[in-house]
């Protein structure tokens, strides 16, 4: 069984300052703590998962991050500066760039128009021709498997929106990319066609925040994994190092003995159907993504 380290491990070629730290984040809704004292490290070319039942407070951080909530406490550092994030466009204009999980895309507009939406090529006309050329470029660059960039999007399956919604926010040259949830709604080749897309992302040096539910994805693609669970962390993990087992332990405050905790919960009756023990509820509810094999 692998330990879970106290401080966030970082990517083994990483070395030098992370390009995003969060130290001691805290959010608070009015009486509600989403989070308390959250640490994070992201670097250049790594992958960090975030992982964590529902109501962990994944969400809440990615909006931290995306400028959408300010938080209640606590420092974000950027390229070794202390920063704040209060709105998205201070986030952009930082580099880091947030895909949400609905992807905001607009169904009867091209890929091209969709990329560009808000962010136009030319000043009074707007330079098709420059647009649709730096749309292929971008599309090649991630190894995109789109057929034509003049396609409306509501004709594309959920990878290549998944693809879309990702080189849009490479147009402003992130640092940082966050993927809520960027396989969730997918199927198994568009899931690969979305993982290679992140190996992508990482050779171009990007650092990486994917929020998952998926150990699969998680073990494929993630170089470290911070666990969430009530708000607060709950163990950072070299993927290398861990199982799917003790990430799971982890997510669910199993953390003592994963082992004998599946075996437990295997032997014992079903439990109460009155949801009083978020505990013994928490695996049962996700058996498709959580128990997925590895490969
Ligand atoms: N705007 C808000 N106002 C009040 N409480 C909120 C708000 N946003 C989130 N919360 C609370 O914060 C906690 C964390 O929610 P969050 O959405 O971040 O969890 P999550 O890990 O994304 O869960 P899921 O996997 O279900 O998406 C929950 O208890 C939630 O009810
Ligand atoms: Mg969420």
């Given at each position: 069984m692998s330990i879970a380290t106290e401080a966030p491990p970082r990517a083994a070629?990483?070395?030098?300052?992370?390009?995003l730290s969060l130290r001691g984040i805290s959010k608070t809704f009015g009486a509600v703590s989403a989070l308390t004292d959250i640490d994070l490290d992201v670097g250049a070319g790594e992958v960090v998962a975030v992982v964590g039942d529902n109501g962990a407070g994944k969400s809440t951080l990615v909006k931290v991050l995306a400028g959408v909530h300010r938080q209640s406490s606590g420092t974000i550092t950027f390229e070794g500066k202390p920063v704040s994030v209060p709105t998205p466009r201070e986030a952009h204009e930082l580099g880091i760039a947030t895909v949400f999980?609905?992807?905001?895309?607009?169904?009867?507009?091209?890929v091209i128009e969709n990329l560009f939406?808000?962010?136009?090529?030319?000043?009074?006309?707007?330079?098709s021709v420059q647009m649709e050329t730096r749309s292929w470029e971008l599309l090649r660059q991630l190894a995109a498997?789109?057929?034509?960039?003049?396609?409306?999007?509501?004709?594309?399956?959920g990878g290549q929106r998944q693809t879309v919604a990702i080189a849009r926010s490479l147009l402003g040259e992130p640092k940082i990319i966050v993927l809520d949830e960027?396989?969730?709604?997918?199927g198994v080749a568009q899931t690969a066609e979305v993982l290679n897309l992140i190996e992508r992302l990482r050779e171009r040096r990007l650092g990486v925040v994917m929020i998952s539910h998926n150990m699969a994805d998680v073990k494929a693609v993630a170089d470290t994994v911070a666990v969430l669970r009530l708000g607060r962390n709950n163990g950072f993990f070299r993927v290398a190092d861990v199982s799917s087992e003790d990430i799971i332990a982890a997510i669910t405050g199993a953390t003592d003995n994963a082992v004998s905790q599946r075996a437990a919960a295997r032997a014992a009756?079903?439990?109460?159907?009155?949801?009083?023990t978020a505990t013994s509820t928490a695996v049962p509810q996700k058996p498709a993504s959580l128990s997925q094999e590895l490969s």
């Open positions: 070629d990483s070395g030098s300052t992370p390009v999980q609905d992807l905001a895309l607009c169904e009867n507009l091209n939406l808000g962010q136009e090529i030319g000043s009074l006309r707007l330079d498997k789109i057929p034509t960039v003049r396609m409306p999007v509501a004709s594309l399956s960027p396989t969730a709604a997918l009756p079903p439990p109460p159907d009155d949801g009083s």
